[in-house]
């Protein structure tokens, strides 16, 4: 049995017109459950409601804005921290670089142009070797398996980008 619309019917406030009053009077005379609806339906329709006590408005947003500041200060002492911690951990990290520059600035600046050739040769070597592997493994396989390999790339820098796109869209409005 579809008690569906007769529980909307019972639920809402709206006037309903002779048919469905007649239907939902041989529905309540069948059916328990929809019966007992209506009858609490009517109890709570005709309950008196209560008005709160004197300057319970009052006590209440009293208490809300004392919640509300708990709050705000929670958050900024959570924000302190944060920064606090992470620049310990900053400070942690980089003290080497520190007691260098306040040594000799002399001697940091050395330090970091030794880093940045370093770095440089570093990067000039690897492209060598890859430059290298390249020419020996492309001796190696014939054009169609490089195809291949370019076409499942291909694809899954596609499936990639439909995922990433699927799982970041946003539904608009509410």
């Not at 069948?30 to 309950?47: D, P, Y």
């Not at 520190?98 to 070597?125: G, Q, R, Y």
């Amino acid at each position: 049995m579809n008690h569906q619309p007769f529980e909307d019917w019972l639920l809402d406030d709206e006037p309903l017109n002779s048919d469905q009053k007649r239907s939902l009077q041989s529905h309540l005379q069948a059916c328990a459950s929809c019966a007992a609806l209506a009858e609490v339906n009517l109890a709570l329709g005709s309950a008196k409601a209560m008005t709160p006590a004197l300057g319970f408005v009052d006590r209440f947003q009293v208490r809300l804005e004392a919640q509300r500041e708990m709050q705000r200060r929670r958050q900024w002492l959570g924000v302190l921290f944060l920064v606090l911690g992470g620049l310990g951990i900053l400070v942690w990290f980089a003290w080497p670089v520190i007691e260098v520059a306040f040594a000799s600035p002399i001697t940091l600046l050395s330090t970091w142009l030794v880093t940045l050739v370093s770095i440089w040769v570093t990067l000039c070597a690897l492209g060598e070797v890859g430059s290298v592997l390249l020419d020996v493994v492309s001796g190696l396989l014939p054009s169609y398996i490089w195809a291949l390999l370019l076409a499942a790339l291909a694809g899954w820098g596609l499936l990639w980008a439909v995922s990433v796109w699927k799982f970041t869209k946003y539904p608009q409005g509410v």
